[in-house]
């Protein structure tokens, strides 16, 4: 089991950033791909960026692509994402998630989830 717990949402002004954390307890941190995903109210939740268990491979969805970087640190167990030149379309409750083969989209365990609100 993995636990995974977010940290750093909130409200910004369009054009702002933020920073995102996620703290993983339970077994064997590297053995998973980590990853970010977002649920905008009355829409699906979809993906947003994922890194490779060495850190070495990363993806973005091409909504946020220079805009938002995925980062990982092995040795305390975290995975942050930096939020960067804000749009009110990326309002949404974001998600950590974890899994063996991440970087396919297979989720195998989920955080609580933190709401991020840009303001135009």
């Known amino acids: 089991q993995v636990q995974l717990v977010e940290s750093g949402g909130g409200l910004v002004q369009a054009g702002g950033s933020l920073r995102l954390s996620c703290a993983a307890s339970g077994r064997s941190f590297s053995l998973y791909a980590m990853g970010w995903f977002r649920q905008a109210p009355g829409k699906e939740r979809e993906f947003v960026a994922v890194?490779?268990?060495?850190?070495?491979?990363?993806d973005y969805a091409d909504s946020v692509k220079g805009r938002f970087t995925i980062s990982r640190d092995n040795a305390k167990n975290t995975v942050d994402l930096q939020m960067n030149s804000l749009k009110s379309e990326d309002t949404a409750v974001y998600y950590c998630?974890?899994?063996?083969?991440?970087?396919?989209?297979?989720?195998?365990?989920w955080g609580q989830g933190t709401q991020v609100t840009v303001s135009s």
């Open positions: 998630a974890a899994g063996r083969r991440l970087i396919s989209r297979e989720v195998e365990y």
């Open positions: 890194i490779s268990q060495s850190g070495g491979s990363t």
